[in-house]
């Protein structure tokens, strides 16, 4: 197709509201620049589809993720903005809901919009009752949702117990909607039993929120070093707080697979290090782009009061298809290969075992500390013969414990967030003890991220982040009101999600191009 | 009734006691409270007309009917004996279609620490363990050894230990596993005698016994009542079954299960299944 058919499709595109056309113009736009600052080797791999980058733009002019130190804003209030520090609970709320507005990312739109029970609950007060803390949340979802359009969106709560959380979770579970995306940060030292099993209740109803390992997130940042705090962001993504990640770029593991000769020796110790090394020049390209020449931190407002600082970026180094590609380079069918057997499980920790000690020991300029950080990478809507991250292919899970057990070792490397997603049968809706032990179990044992898609919910998680099945069905005639929704349906057609067990593949954003096919 | 309680228990002269075991689940959220380990015992002393798993009410009798049928050659007949090879099979259950009386020849032995080392995997998952069937009390030796395993055992003795039975058991059978339970989940099936011994085979005097028994050490979990339209819904049973539930005046559990002709052999086939909308009316005309 050429540019001129790819533009003119965009625009008389029936489905697409005003802001989505404007939107996918300028992603097409920017596709269009032609600017290779890589080998051509690492050339042949991105479009080999060996490496994948996300289809972020061939010239980066803001960071994949933005994740703003919203409590210093709030104390400080913004020149940009013309905004005073806020003194009560409505003037925190408005003057969130205008920053949000202002923090850019990846698609256009905030990924983060911080810890807001941590964020609000100093303006809250005994003169507020629980129903008047309801009714302003709930008119804050709802401004969320109708203003910034887009499941990527993401908001955190805990590990503490307080009103606002109480009161978030309480909304959430009322509204059904799928902005914002929500995470309950779990301590079992922290978090009390009622606030989890609220959460737990909400998820049986509507697969809201994600449960995050909390201290296991803590100590891993911690142990990096120039702690401020993290924040879980889009689908699904732990990143430094007052910060955030200039890009992801992710390896295609079946297809790093295909390229070896089919021995693990030569997987690991030629394969994967081989691309690893042009996925690094492809990383480092693109964010000395962005750092040095589109220059989004030097004149962003964000950068100027301080409330995001560009030496706490990273860049994500991301990995799917570990299931397909254990089981190519095994010989064996998916049923009877990972997550399957012992000799895949442990050779898929190998894997992961490599892929880490490359993150860890690779130097990266422009970077927080110097260096990447590792990503078990959700998948996108057109990943058709691969499995999100280090998950069991769709409708070849085993029971829900060995799924768990079969993930857990890996988890513990992907400091950069990590989702597999479990699906539940409906009957855990009469039991929801039964999903707060599993979760509480997987948790102690080392799982960084606890997501389940129960099955029939009209809510259903596309990796990290959700899509309403009556969207997806609404979406091919009539478009949708919500940006993402299209790559839950196009996922649903290129994967089949829906067809099988419960849950979805995931996505974010790519040029309009691949959409319309 | 065909069976009979000749089970091939197998002992080394120690200790180690097994069960015969159709089936085991890590996780179920619907055989008692919070998520559980479910093992399912192979042997009931009913007959139910509309058993879910009729494949689970008898002992294999070794008759090689289902060999020969068998399209991944899973099964042998060796010394008299059916062998069942579990990497084999395809789980396809045309055995189970094809054998004569009402069993299954992919039963497995096994002993009391192999179950163990399975839970011990589960455990930082579970709420605690549900022995289910057929009917786990058929196999009441293999019962006490594993609860008192399981409780004997300082990483697994948190977990609850729950039966899920017909109520059929003895007081003083139920007495004797009483130390090493923690409670049951009884299966009411009709409440007028005759109409439970046409539906069951046996009569329901020792299933209110039970109920009442357990109720009284308060170590009754959940009723549950599985509704049959026009057999075990009418008037007479619904009052029935209220005052009942009434007089045992304490808050246990009451759950009520739909009948389905789905996966039902013989004459059950025919009858109705109950509707969502259905249990939901009659769980609430007996609402307490």
Redesign the interface.
Known sequence: MSYQQALRQIVNDSRLNTQQKARYLSLQAESMLDCPRWSEGAQELLDSGVVCDMFEGNAPFKPRYVMPDYEKALKKGSDYLELEAPEDLDEAINFLLILFNHVPSVTGMPVFVGRLDKLLMPFVNDGISDDQLKKKIKLMWQMIDRTLPDAFLHANIGPEDNRVARAILSVDGELEQVVPNLTLRYDPEITSDGLLNQAIENISKTNKPHIANEALNVADFKALGDYQGYGIASCYNCLPLAGGAHTLVRMNLLKAAQQSEGSEQDFLERVIPEISEKMYEIIQARVNYLVNDSGFYKESFLVRERFIDPNRFTAMFGVFGMAEAVNHLLGVEAEKGYGHTIEAKEFAIRITEKLAAIVESTKLENCWHSRALFHSQSGISIDAATSAGCRIPYGVEPSTLEHILTVIPHHRHFTAGVSDIFPIDETIKNNPQALATICKGAIAQGLRMFTVNVANNDLVRVTGYMVRRSDIKKHKEEGSRINSTVFGAEAAENCGILDRKSRVISNEFQPWVAMGE | MSFSLGLPWVSNGRTTVSGLISKV??????DG????FVIFLQGCNFNCKNCHNPQTINFCNHCGDCVEQCPSEALSLNDGKISWNSRQCESCDQCLDICPVNSSPMVEEKTVEELLQQIR??S????GITLSGGEATVQLKFVKAFFTAVKNDSALNHLTCLIDSNGYLPLSAWKSVLPVMDGAMIDLKAMDADLHKWLTGRDNFRVFQTIEYLASVSKLIEVRLLIIPNINDTAEEKMAVKDYLSSLNTNINIKVNAFSNKAVKGEAIDWLSLSEEKKALYLQSINR
């Open positions: 689940i890590p996780f179920s959220c619907v409270p919070g998520n559980r995997v589960a930082p998952f579970i709420d």
